[in-house]
């Protein structure tokens, strides 16, 4: 068996000059015959001289000196924690063996059992006892952590005192990953629902030092293990083409290796985004480093480079000698072929030629991408390292191609050294940190939905708003087609507060159309309209929608409690006005400026059961404080979630242009009326100017024809759509509730959509 990394992980006991000093020290004089301390001295004596001679890595690496010590290179490691008892190890033989790597000997691997049972043959009753008092003391001790449930039954604890940052939108995010990977000296761990090896992490790009695929290079020639994890597609129905991903990463250098998970065909995925660096730096959240996520607060719909030069400007080209590279000594483009994308208008295609376009910009505007990230240092950092470990030794032990030496298992690191950075990234804040994931056997080898049970608690637990963002909404329990209670959460809640007379909010933003290719000026298709059916009854058409409870029991006072929105923005275009939405990608809740989750997890039973997707996210709670307002009263709000909340809310509104805006109070009647209007002239204007789908005002298929039928204001009056777009405040607007109320959204039995299982789809 290998273990990857060993060398890079050893401390340098050795002084300077080492290599010039390889002499085996001379043995200690003895002491006098007779001295009462001659036993203790020579034990001493011993142990000093064979200290001395570990202090070298010239001896201390020499085989025979492990098998006289009867110890292995990985008790030199102190990264991997404190040293227990070490030695020969032999298991008792039958019983059947699973996969699942649980601890290692000299030159034998010992395997977990059906029963949870390991039996060592051992040569005495006190070696016996031995071990077992070693074992005990582990268990309770150093892995204690490892070996119980923790809260929201996570396989992680609450880690406090962790550094955390968020980050709005990918060009933060990727400009510190970016960052951080040139931090790398032993290991960086990747694993993403898509990876696009070209893609740009700092932008724009006028040379390729920021490029994906060029940094990890770089740091595998200086030594680096890059171990990156991807999900083996269905390739009948998804393009992310991660077959191209994994051979363009392995071609690099021999210190990159590259796994893809599952072989045999499933309906889930892995969706988990994160990068880690030397297992003390982690980065998770919604991003996958891809095509198409980068983005920041302008939200732009073009790319056509400086419109101020003379002539207009051309994309990069191909250079003669490397087609894969583009010459980006004068490039003004953020986003080069692939990148420039609309995923509604057409999915990605052909992701081997990286640089070519493959929708047009001069008549297609970009559909912007909002994404939240998060990292983690320190405690927390280690629990998302060992997540990925998990599932890198879990994939090793399962699939044949990989138990060879080429890929080795990897090794987490103690928690207890977890606490000394070498670096932390700027701008961080100390709060309590746990880590959640959704996992199952299929995925990890394990059960865990910790994600759901944190969402649910912290619902449940609110005292003044919630705040969600999220790709999907798709939730309240009908017990056969949708298990989450998510919203069933949220009904109570504000159920509970409209009882006690209590102010409570709850914000929630959406994608107005669900990710899919499709032509929505003819319904959008079976893919766009199944996600929609199900969107719909979770919010307000059912029996078990949250609006539907909601007015059975307070009538039209729900709209004091709630508000679903999405969001949209305008530029220029071909001469004149375009608009499109703002693709919502996140997966946050936002609980009293106080608990924050942000991960990979959408709000549907794929990503919150376990069973399903695997996913990963953080559950934030705030221990810093500041001053803030509630509800018009003096309030004590944490750091991290009221900057969060603020910054999100400043974008959304448009605060910039409203310098007296007060964001402070969320909950307050005066903001969140503001809140409320400031949606529905935002949508108003868009309809008017541009006759924007979805819309309220289609109420099924034969109305939508009639409806794009008109030619919008746009085009018919460039200048006077310019004039009243001055009057959009921000990008909210509301969430079309009524979009198409009179039709079956379900996709037909006889098509292909209607042939997959509905758990797809929820």
């Not at 960086?188 to 070209?198: A, G, Q, R, Y």
């Not at 990890?216 to 999900?231: D, I, Q």
């Not at 070519?356 to 629990?383: K, L, N, Y």
């Not at 059912?542 to 004091?560: F, N, P």
């Amino acid at each position: 068996m290998s273990l990857l990394p060993l060398a890079r992980f050893a401390v340098a006991y050795a002084p300077a000059g080492e290599a010039a000093n390889r002499e085996i020290p001379s043995l200690p004089r003895a002491v006098p015959e007779g001295s009462t301390r001659q036993a203790a001295s020579r034990q001493r004596y011993l142990e000093n001289y064979l200290n001395h001679l570990l202090a070298m890595s010239f001896y201390r690496n020499y085989h025979a000196m492990t098998e006289f010590l009867e110890v292995s290179q990985l008790s030199f490691i102190t990264d991997l924690g404190p040293k227990g008892l070490e030695g020969v190890i032999r298991k008792r033989s039958g019983g059947h063996r699973v996969p699942g790597l649980t601890c290692c000997g000299r030159d034998q691997v010992c395997y977990r059992w059906s029963k949870r049972s390991l039996i060592l043959k051992c040569s005495s009753y006190r070696q016996a006892r031995w071990w077992g008092q070693e074992i005990t003391e582990l268990a309770q001790g150093p892995g204690r952590d490892f070996l119980q449930l923790h809260r929201h039954d996570s396989y992680a604890p609450p880690r406090p005192g962790s550094l955390a940052r968020w980050f709005v939108n990918g060009a933060g995010y990727f400009a510190a990953v970016a960052d951080a990977i040139l931090r790398a000296q032993e290991e960086i761990f990747v694993t993403d629902w898509w990876l696009s090896p070209e893609v740009y992490l700092k932008r724009p790009a006028h040379s390729d030092d920021w490029r994906l695929d060029s940094m990890l290079k770089r740091k595998a020639e200086e030594g680096v293990r890059v171990s990156v994890l991807l999900f083996k597609e269905v390739e009948l129905a998804l393009s992310i083409n991660s077959g191209y991903s994994k051979r363009a990463l392995m071609l690099l250098h021999p210190n990159i290796k590259v796994m893809r998970h599952p072989d045999q065909m499933t309906l889930w995925a892995h969706h988990e985004k994160l990068l880690v660096v030397d297992q003390v730096v982690a980065f998770l959240g919604g991003l996958d480093l891809a095509y198409g996520r980068w983005d920041d607060f302008h939200y732009r719909l073009t790319d056509l480079g400086d419109s101020s030069e003379s002539a207009a400007p051309q994309p990069p080209t191909l250079c003669p000698d490397s087609p894969a590279t583009p010459d980006l000594s004068h490039n003004q483009y953020f986003w080069l072929g692939k990148d420039y994308s609309n995923l509604i208008t057409k999915d990605w295609v052909q992701l081997d030629r990286p640089f070519e376009d493959f929708i047009d910009r001069e008549t297609t505007p970009r559909m912007p991408w909002r994404d939240i990230g998060m990292v983690v240092h320190g405690p927390p950092a280690r629990d998302v390292a060992r997540h990925f470990i998990q599932r890198w030794n879990f994939t090793k032990t399962t699939k044949v191609k990989y138990k060879t030496p080429m890929y080795s298992y990897l090794l987490p690191k103690s928690s207890s050294t977890a606490s000394k950075l070498p670096f932390t990234l700027p701008g961080a804040q100390c709060a309590t940190v746990q880590v959640l994931r959704s996992v199952d056997r299929w995925s990890a080898g394990t059960l865990e939905n910790s994600i759901l049970n944190a969402y649910l608690h912290t619902i449940r637990e609110s005292k003044h708003f919630l705040y969600i963002e999220n790709q999907f909404f798709i939730s309240c329990s009908d017990g056969r087609m949708v298990l989450n209670k998510v919203g069933d959460e949220i009904v109570d809640r504000i159920l509970k507060a409209h009882k006690q007379g209590e102010c409570f909010r709850v914000y929630v933003l959406l994608p107005l159309l669900p990710g899919f290719e499709g032509d929505i000026s003819t319904g959008g298709g079976n893919s766009i309209q199944a996600i929609l059916h199900f969107t719909y009854r979770t919010l307000c058409r059912g029996e078990y929608s949250i609006l539907h409870r909601l007015k059975a029991a307070m009538g039209t006072a729900w709209r004091d409690y709630m508000s679903i929105c999405g969001l949209r923005t305008h530029g220029e275009l071909g001469g004149h006005p375009v608009s499109e939405l703002i693709y919502i990608h996140s997966k946050m809740l936002i609980a009293d400026d106080r608990t924050v989750i942000i991960g990979s997890a959408n709000i549907n039973d794929r990503s919150l059961l376990g069973k399903r997707d695997s996913e990963l996210a953080v559950l934030i709670e705030d221990t810093e404080m500041e001053p803030s307002l509630m509800n018009g009263v003096e309030y004590q709000a944490g750091r991290f979630a009221l900057s969060l909340r603020k910054h999100c809310f400043s974008v959304i509104l448009g605060a910039d242009a409203q310098p007296d805006l007060d964001l402070r109070d969320p909950v307050c009647d005066d903001f969140f009326q503001l809140w409320q209007e400031t949606a529905e002239n935002n949508a108003n204007i868009y309809e008017q100017i541009f006759r924007c789908l979805p819309s309220n005002a289609i109420h099924s298929i034969r109305a939508l024809r009639e409806y794009v039928a008109v030619e919008p204001l746009a085009l018919v009056s460039p200048p006077l759509a310019r004039s009243e777009l001055t009057k959009v405040k921000g990008h909210l607007v509301h969430f079309p509730l009524r979009f198409l109320e009179d039709e079956s959204l379900l996709p037909p039995l006889s098509s292909k959509e209607g042939m997959i299982p509905l758990e797809v789809w929820t």
